[in-house]
Nanobody, 125 residues
Framework: QVQLVESGGGLVQAGGSLRLSCAAS????????MGWFRQPPGKEREFVAA????????YYADSVKGRFTISRDNAKNTLYLQMNSLKPEDTAVYYC??????????????????WGQGTQVTVSS
C-alpha cells in the first residue's frame, strides 16, 4: 500500500502562485509515476501533470503548460506542483495520485491506484 497526503492549497489572487506538496509513505519503492489531477466544482476530475518517479519524463495538460511545474524529491518521497500565473479557472480540489505501471499516457484516472484526499485551491479574480 502507498499512502499520499497533499498540502499547500489555499486562497490566492489571480496571477499569484502556490506550491502543492504530496508526501508519499508505505511501499513507495513500487511507484513508477505520480500525477496531479484536479476537480473543479461540478465537473469531472481532470489531468494536470505527471512525472515518472525517476524524474526523466514529465507530462502536462495543455491548460497548464508554461505555468505549472511538476517535480519530485525522492529522498523525501515528496511530489510537488509549482503553480504560477494562477487563473480563476484553476480553482479546484487538487489530488495527487500514484501508479505502479508504465504507460504511453498518464492522463487517465484509471491508471492510478493510490490517491490522496485532496487539497482545495481557490483563485479569486
Amino acid at each position: 500500500q502507498v499512502q499520499l497526503v497533499e498540502s499547500g492549497g489555499g486562497l490566492v489572487q489571480a496571477g499569484g502562485s502556490l506550491r502543492l506538496s504530496c508526501a508519499a509513505s508505505g511501499r513507495t519503492f513500487s511507484i513508477y509515476a505520480m500525477g496531479w489531477f484536479r476537480q473543479p466544482p461540478g465537473k469531472e476530475r481532470e489531468f494536470v501533470a505527471a512525472i515518472t518517479w525517476s524524474g526523466v519524463s514529465t507530462y502536462y495538460a495543455d491548460s497548464v503548460k508554461g505555468r505549472f511545474t511538476i517535480s519530485r524529491d525522492n529522498a523525501k518521497n515528496t511530489l510537488y506542483l509549482q503553480m504560477n500565473s494562477l487563473k480563476p479557472e484553476d480553482t479546484a480540489v487538487y489530488y495527487c495520485a500514484a501508479t505502479q505501471y508504465s504507460s504511453h499516457s498518464y492522463e487517465s484516472t484509471s491508471l492510478y491506484r493510490y490517491w490522496g484526499q485532496g487539497t482545495q485551491v481557490t483563485v479569486s479574480s
